[in-house]
């Protein structure tokens, strides 16, 4: 359990509590404009479009609350939510067309003008051992060489998204090239 403050030096600049995408990263971290230094997580109930979406927060009285107000605007990492020019992923911009309106996903701010809203799914979980099945070949597969000559290729990207723990946020975005013959 967190203390009632994050214990730095005066003049410290903290980051934006906008960048964590889980309720653990966020409650255990300092943030900028964070009465007494923690980072608030704001749940989200259903899967819809909603204003009241899950995100991470200094304050959340005040961010977000659907206005890019005075101060937001002189510090962008204050409240990224209400200000950001770029919404991506499962939302709608705001009504004056800064920040979040309204999102189906929990949302992180990877910059002060860029949110981005996405679903995260948890890795499973690894199988025991006695659950586990080890081949010594592999069964029923067949491969032969690609002739070029005979088919045609093209290549699509194909964008996965995966909880991977890191240092600043639960996901990593991973993209796959995928060889189509036609």
């Known amino acids: 359990e967190p203390g009632n403050e994050c214990g730095v030096e005066p003049g410290h600049q903290f980051p934006t509590c906008a960048k964590h995408g ?3 990263a966020c409650t255990t971290s300092c943030g900028r404009g964070a009465n007494g230094g923690y980072c608030q997580w704001r749940s989200q109930s259903f899967p ?9 927060s200094p304050n959340l009285m005040t961010c977000p609350d659907g206005i ?6 002189l510090d962008p990492l204050l409240c ?19 920040g ?17 809203c996405h679903k995260f799914f948890p890795l499973p979980k690894p199988a025991s051992r006695s659950q ?7 069964p029923n597969i067949k491969s032969r060489p690609l002739e070029l000559s005979e088919s045609k290729i093209t290549i699509a990207p194909v964008l996965l998204f995966k909880n991977i ?5 639960t996901f990593n ?5 995928v060889v189509v013959d036609g």
Not at 68 to 73: G, N
Not at 85 to 94: H, M
Not at 100 to 116: L, N, R, S, Y
């Open 22 to 24: 889980n309720p653990d």
């Open 48 to 56: 819809t479009l909603a204003e009241e979406y899950a995100t991470c």
């Open 68 to 73: 890019c107000d005075e101060l937001e605007e």
């Open 80 to 98: 990224p939510q209400d200000c950001a020019a770029v919404v991506q992923g499962e939302a709608i911009p705001g009504f004056h067309g800064k």
């Open 100 to 116: 979040i309106g309204k999102a189906a996903a929990p949302c992180v701010c990877i910059e002060p003008k860029v949110c981005v």
């Open 132 to 138: 586990t099945k080890t081949y010594k070949e592999t």
């Open 165 to 169: 723990s890191d240092n600043l946020n």
């Open 173 to 177: 975005l991973i993209t796959y090239l």
